[in-house]
Every structure is written in C-alpha cells, then in structure tokens.
C-alpha cells in the first residue's frame, strides 16, 4: 500500500469510533475520519467470535487485497477501520464477497469513484 499506513494506537481506533462516521455492509462496517494529511491510515479489526486465529487472518488478508486494488483510486486524507460484522456467516467466505463489500463501503463514504469496480 503506497500512500497509506497502519493505524496501530489504541488512542487513534478509539476515536476513530466516537468521532469517525460509520457506514455499514453485508459483512464489514467502515469507520471514517478525516486526518488532514496526505495520506490514509488504515485499521482491521476481526473479533475471536468470527472464528479461530485462521479464519480471522484469512479476512483481513481479502480485505488489505481489496483495499490495494481499489486504493489508487481512493481519495487521501482519512482514517479508515475496517471491523468485521460478527454475525455475518463467514463458512464460504471468498474474496469477490470481501471486495464488493469494501467496494461498496468506500462508495458509500464518498472516498471512491462511482465507476465499475465490482466483480461479477
């Protein structure tokens, strides 16, 4: 990922969740922040509910994928943090699901084009 960075602080997830606006999907809910910087920080978070330590790095392994792809396209300036919805069903997850969440989450937030990026 070439212009964005990991959030990493305990600080910075939580306020990103009281002060961020949420947008919500099929299996991922987004949290946003503006950060006046020229670049995006960007957080996983995947609860043990989801599953075992596999499972829960698989998830965020398809959405830091999906992320790359889309990520030129995206505008700069934003804290992003990806949680994963614990009563999604994640037994067939694969990654054109994962995708076309992200995809939609970024749109919904206004930081992606309206251009065709979902899989078919």
């Known amino acids: 990922m070439i212009n964005t960075f990991s959030i990493k602080n305990e600080k910075e997830f939580t306020n990103l969740i009281n002060k961020g606006k949420w947008f919500g999907g099929d299996f991922l809910s987004l949290y946003m ?6 670049q995006n920080f960007i957080g ?4 043990k509910k989801v599953g075992n330590a596999v ?17 030129n396209d995206l505008k700069y ?3 992003l943090f990806f949680v994963c ?3 999604a069903n994640f037994d067939d997850i694969n990654y054109e699901l994962i995708y076309n969440d ?6 919904k937030a ?11």
């Open 33 to 38: 922040l503006n950060n006046n910087k020229y």
């Open 44 to 47: 996983l978070g995947v609860s």
């Open 55 to 71: 499972k829960r790095n698989l998830i965020k392994r398809l959405i830091r994928e999906s992320y790359k792809k889309v990520e």
């Open 77 to 79: 300036g934003f804290n």
């Open 85 to 87: 919805k614990n009563k």
């Open 102 to 107: 992200v995809v939609y989450l970024l749109k």
């Open 110 to 120: 206004g930081l992606l084009g309206w251009k065709n990026f979902l899989l078919n």
